[in-house]
């Protein structure tokens, strides 16, 4: 079994938010896979389904970004899983806007869901990253972050999060160096 979950904050007011596309990744793979009804579990949303042949539980935190790890370290503690069972999909000011980018562990890039994230479980948990660039200047970080996807970009971010949920097969394989490529040329094409 494998834990995937998916970064934002809860409500409304969020959900277009940059910093909520992980939320928006794991409802699109929800609903590509035929995943069961959201239910409320581990102070969160759960879902759970089957991809590849492989039970997967998509979870979205209602704990608010920088309390993520609360909901994540719940989940693994109850199913008896280590971090690596853990795929966290989350945005990444560090890639260009729509690049996607998947390694097991790596640094937190100041992303205070995934500093939460580490101080529950430690390092060792697979990332989704997935770009939403960077405004240009630090003190624009904050706005462009907690800012919604501008009406230019709903279609790429529609693309992308499309071939999130396509090529989600090879996430569950473990074939990080797969998926992203396949990503990439879904992207293209």
């Known amino acids: 079994m494998q834990i995937w979950t998916g970064l934002g904050n809860p409500g409304p007011k969020y959900s277009l938010h940059r910093h909520n596309v ?29 991809i590849g042949g492989e039970k997967v539980l998509l979870l979205k935190p209602a704990t608010f970004m ?7 370290g719940e989940a693994l503690r109850f199913y008896k899983l280590g971090p690596e069972a853990l795929t966290v999909l989350h945005d990444e000011l560090d890639l260009a806007p729509f690049k996607v980018k998947a390694r097991m562990g790596g640094g937190l890039a100041g992303h205070n869901g995934l500093k939460s994230i580490d101080q529950h479980l430690g390092p060792d948990f697979r990332r989704v990253r997935i770009g939403i660039g960077h405004p240009g200047h630090k003190e624009r970080v904050n706005g462009h972050v ?5 009406k230019a970009e709903m279609d790429d971010l529609v693309d992308m999060l499309a071939a999130i ?25």
């Open 22 to 50: 992980g939320f928006m990744a794991v409802d699109v793979i929800a609903e590509m896979h035929d995943f069961g009804p959201v239910q409320k579990k581990f102070q969160g949303w759960v879902q759970e389904g089957t």
């Open 66 to 72: 920088n309390e993520s790890g609360r909901s994540a």
């Open 146 to 150: 907690l800012g919604n996807f501008a």
């Open 165 to 189: 949920g396509s090529e989600a097969d090879w996430l569950v394989k473990g074939d990080n160096e797969r998926f992203m490529s396949d990503v990439a040329l879904r992207q293209q094409g």
